[in-house]
């Protein structure tokens, strides 16, 4: 098998694991559930007028767009012409892994730590979440760092950098954590849990709000 092949093979499978993973998560966990609190928040804000324009473009337009970008490193290896397959690649599809662990575990300890009504308003502090707050986003954020180290076989590719930049400043910065961290950052128990876990990136980052 050609080395081209084997890298565009790689990220298609890695790639759809990944978004059949996703989809089995968010369609077991939302359906027939209350509308995302995220989403509500933003109609109130929006108001009554405009606002089926603004979900349009804000919601649907701006994340098409976005998949563009955060697909960058997919674009640039289904159609890049070179046949070589460098150690990187190989340290991509380890990165990929470490992430999709870290989101998948992160995910499922959540799933069955609410499906505990001993549990209702506890906050989860034990296993991946002892050593990150947010385990799922850490995970989505260095899942996608792989596949742009899996696609960087020739110098062009090096664009596709915008990918794994854009995803990441997301989550940290808008989408993701911020909001998140919003919802819980005024009680105690969290304050406490903020003091002793890192953020977002295990072992490297400064605990604390």
């Given at each position: 098998?050609?080395?081209?092949?084997?890298?565009?093979?790689?990220?298609?499978?890695?790639?759809?694991?990944?978004?059949?993973?996703?989809?089995?998560?968010?369609?077991?966990?939302?359906?027939?559930?209350?509308?995302?609190?995220?989403?509500?928040?933003?109609?109130?804000?929006?108001?009554?007028?405009?606002?089926?324009?603004?979900?349009?473009?804000?919601?649907?337009?701006?994340?098409?767009?976005?998949?563009?970008?955060?697909?960058?490193?997919?674009?640039?290896?289904?159609?890049?012409?070179?046949?070589?397959?460098?150690?990187?690649?190989?340290?991509?599809?380890?990165?990929?892994?470490?992430?999709?662990?870290?989101?998948?575990?992160?995910?499922?300890?959540?799933?069955?730590?609410?499906?505990?009504?001993?549990?209702?308003?506890?906050?989860?502090?034990?296993?991946?979440?002892?050593?990150?707050?947010?385990?799922?986003?850490?995970?989505?954020?260095?899942?996608?760092?792989?596949?742009?180290?899996?696609?960087?076989?020739?110098?062009?590719?090096?664009?596709?950098?915008?990918?794994?930049?854009t995803i990441t400043l997301l989550l940290l910065f808008v989408s993701g954590v911020p909001l998140l961290e919003k919802k819980?950052k005024n009680r105690p128990d969290f304050i406490d849990y903020a003091s002793k876990t890192l953020k977002v990136v295990p072992?490297?980052?400064?605990?604390?709000?």
């Open positions: 098998m050609p080395d081209k092949t084997l890298t565009s093979m790689i990220i298609l499978v890695l790639v759809a694991i990944w978004g059949i993973r996703l989809f089995l998560h968010l369609a077991k966990r939302n359906i027939g559930k209350p509308e995302d609190f995220r989403y509500v928040n933003m109609r109130k804000r929006w108001g009554k007028h405009f606002a089926r324009l603004k979900a349009y473009l804000n919601v649907f337009v701006l994340q098409g767009v976005l998949l563009l970008v955060v697909s960058m490193p997919i674009l640039f290896t289904m159609t890049s012409s070179a046949t070589n397959f460098y150690w990187w690649n190989s340290m991509g599809v380890i990165v990929w892994f470490i992430g999709f662990g870290f989101e998948t575990i992160g995910d499922y300890e959540l799933t069955q730590f609410k499906k505990d009504h001993r549990n209702q308003g506890k906050l989860l502090t034990t296993g991946v979440w002892s050593v990150t707050r947010n385990p799922n986003y850490f995970g989505e954020a260095f899942s996608w760092w792989g596949i742009f180290l899996i696609s960087l076989n020739e110098l062009r590719n090096l664009w596709g950098i915008i990918g794994p930049i819980y072992f490297i980052e400064k605990k604390g709000l």
